[in-house]
C-alpha cells in the first residue's frame, strides 16, 4: 500500500482502534473527507459497500438514525409482503382459487426490489458524506472538551468511531433472509 499521510484523528475514527496503521479504508476516507473539508451542504461521491448492503452499512458505520429510517422503510415493506403471502395462502386453502387471489403480491415484490435498488444508489452517492458530518461534528464536540491534547482526542475518537460489526451483521442476516425468504414464497 502506498504511503499516504492520513490524519491520525481520522484513522482512530474509522478503524475504531488505536492503530496508527494507514489501513486502505482510513486513506479512502481521509481522501473523501479532504474532499469535503469545509462543507456543511452536500458533495456527492461514491461508496461501493454502502451501494450493495444499502442501510446495514449506515448501521455498521453507526449512522443509526438513517439506517434504522431505512431500514425501518424495508421493514414496513417486507411486513405488507409477509401480509398479502399469507392472504393467499389462505385463500388457496379455502380453494377459491382465482386470478384475484394473488392480490397484490407481484407489484409489492416490485416495489420492494425497486426500493432497494434506490436505497442503494442513495447511500452510494451519500454514505461518505455522511460518515465525513458525524465525523466532523463528533472532532469539533470533542476538540472542544478536551482542548490541546491530541492524544486523549484519539482515545475517545476510538471509542465513538469505528463501527458496529455485531449489529450490522445480525441485521444483515435479518435483511438478507427476509428477502431471500421473499424471493421462494412468491
Known amino acids: 500500500m502506498e504511503n499516504i499521510e492520513v490524519d491520525n484523528k481520522i484513522i482512530s475514527f ?3 482502534s488505536n492503530t496508527t496503521e494507514n489501513t486502505k479504508k482510513a486513506v479512502y476516507y481521509n481522501k473523501q473527507f479532504s474532499n469535503f473539508n469545509g462543507l456543511t451542504l452536500f458533495k456527492l461521491s461514491w ?3 454502502s451501494f450493495f448492503l444499502g ?3 449506515l448501521v455498521y458505520r453507526k449512522l443509526y438514525l438513517f439506517g434504522a429510517i431505512l ?4 421493514f414496513l415493506l417486507t411486513i405488507k409482503f409477509i401480509k398479502e403471502d399469507i392472504f393467499i395462502k389462505e385463500s388457496r386453502k379455502n380453494f377459491t382459487i382465482s386470478s384475484s387471489n394473488f392480490g397484490n403480491l407481484p407489484y409489492i415484490i416490485m416495489i420492494i426490489t425497486f426500493y432497494l435498488i434506490i ?3 442513495c447511500c452510494g452517492l451519500f454514505a461518505n458524506f455522511l460518515i465525513y458530518l458525524r465525523y466532523k461534528n463528533k472532532n469539533k464536540k470533542v476538540e472542544a472538551v ?3 491534547d491530541e492524544q486523549k482526542q484519539i482515545e475517545y475518537l476510538i471509542k465513538i468511531g469505528g463501527k458496529n460489526k455485531g449489529l450490522a451483521i445480525l441485521l444483515g442476516i435479518i435483511y438478507y433472509g427476509l428477502y431471500i425468504y421473499m424471493g421462494f414464497i412468491a
Open 14 to 16: 474509522i478503524n475504531g
Open 47 to 49: 461508496n461501493w459497500a
Open 55 to 57: 442501510w446495514v452499512h
Open 71 to 74: 431500514g425501518g422503510i424495508y
Open 119 to 121: 436505497t442503494g444508489i
Open 146 to 148: 478536551i482542548p490541546n
